[in-house]
């Protein structure tokens, strides 16, 4: 634990909300940033405290206004791009016509509670079951649709069902959960590099940025950000991915300068060299802004943090064309450049490159501790 009493603790990568579910526990303050506004619901839903009469008399309107509407659809689910619905692209698509509406007409009803507390619960667990309620299964390398799903269709009667047993289910935790000891939370729904800098003096930084593998995060909850409405066009969601730290090529962008250091000048030059075999052109220049965002972070701990504050960064290495990207090695590099030192670097475990690469566990992922 940080040197300081912690009694404010920041997370500029929410993710689940963890870390801050944790920190409240333990009677710290969390401050969490999120750029997600799914999973910034997720983790203020998670971290609220509810009634459960009043959650359960909700559930009872919602529901009813759902089975009581003769809205068929087309206004519903207008907004929503052309792969997600009954007939698709290319004969696939991702929701029956009819199942889409049902979640629609959902999402509706639970925007029209007057509670807002209420309503982000309700649409978050509605959130947890869109998935289910689709075509495709989604994992941590991506989206696929389901083996034989054509034959597999979801009963669309099904959709308010399920989800009232989803409340119902997630009431009996609450109450179960009702004497738990809270503190204040703060969540932030946006980009981290831009939010980061203007919270108050913190005692303790904990976070885990997304690893420079060029996987776009918000693209696991495609599904759940477009049925619940938080996108409503094709600009909403480039503008989501822009918002994201620079760790993928999946959209366009600027990328910032790299800062310099001598593993990661060694490595950039590695990668130019290479570019011929590398997928994506943009690669090295992805890569060199993204330790330019960390080194921002980096350098905005500094200024939150008290004297002998720590900062904890759990980062995991990345592989192009059999080149590795040292992350841990990298940012214990830059570190003096933010006005930090480096307590030690723990590695957590040893991660696979892709098949490609030979599919071999090569890839560190490690706790590194700075401190001011």
Not at 141 to 158: A, F, I, L, P, T
Not at 177 to 206: H, M, W, Y
Not at 332 to 359: N, T
Request: proline fraction near 5%.
């Amino acid at each position: 634990m940080s040197t300081v009493p912690v009694r404010r603790m920041a997370d500029p990568f929410g993710g689940s909300g963890t870390t801050a579910l944790a920190a409240q526990f333990l009677g710290v303050e969390p401050i969490t940033i999120e750029v997600n506004p799914f999973l910034a619901d997720l983790i203020a839903a998670k971290l609220e405290n509810y009634r459960v009469s009043s959650l359960l008399t909700a559930l009872t309107r919602v529901t009813r206004k759902a089975k009581a509407s003769n809205d068929h659809g087309e206004e519903l689910i207008r907004f929503l791009p052309p792969t997600f619905v009954e007939p698709g692209v290319k004969e696939r698509w991702l929701f029956d016509r009819s199942v889409a509406v049902q979640v629609s007409r959902l999402r509706v009803a639970i925007a029209e509670e007057a509670d807002a507390t209420i309503s982000r619960l309700f649409r978050v667990l509605l959130g947890g079951l869109i998935a289910e309620f689709s075509n495709a299964v989604v994992s941590g390398k991506g989206r696929r649709y389901r083996k034989n799903w054509q034959e597999r269709r979801v009963n669309s009667e099904s959709v308010i069902p399920t989800f009232a047993n989803a409340v119902a289910s997630a009431t009996v935790e609450i109450s179960a959960c009702a004497s738990r000891s809270t503190r204040k939370a703060t969540i932030l729904q946006g980009d981290c590099r831009r939010l980061f800098g203007n919270i108050e003096p913190v005692d303790l930084i904990v976070c885990s940025p997304p690893y420079p593998n060029s996987f776009d995060y918000t693209d696991v909850y495609n599904m759940e950000l477009w049925m619940l409405g938080y996108l409503s066009s094709a600009q909403d969601n480039q503008s989501l991915r822009r918002s994201t730290l620079s760790s993928h090529v999946q959209v366009s962008r600027v990328y910032a300068e790299a800062p310099s250091t001598s593993t990661l000048d060694q490595t950039l030059q590695s990668l130019k060299m290479a570019a011929s075999l590398l997928w994506d052109r943009n690669i090295p220049a992805m890569v060199g802004a993204y330790f330019a965002d960390l080194l921002d972070l980096l350098k905005t701990c500094a200024r939150l943090l008290p004297q002998h504050g720590q900062a904890w960064f759990v980062v995991g290495d990345s592989q192009y064309a059999n080149i590795l990207v040292k992350v841990a090695t990298i940012l214990a590099e830059l570190a003096p450049q933010a006005g930090l030192r480096v307590e030690r670097i723990s590695p957590f475990r040893s991660m696979r490159v892709s098949p490609q690469q030979s599919g071999h566990h090569i890839l560190s992922e490690d706790l590194v501790v700075f401190s001011r």
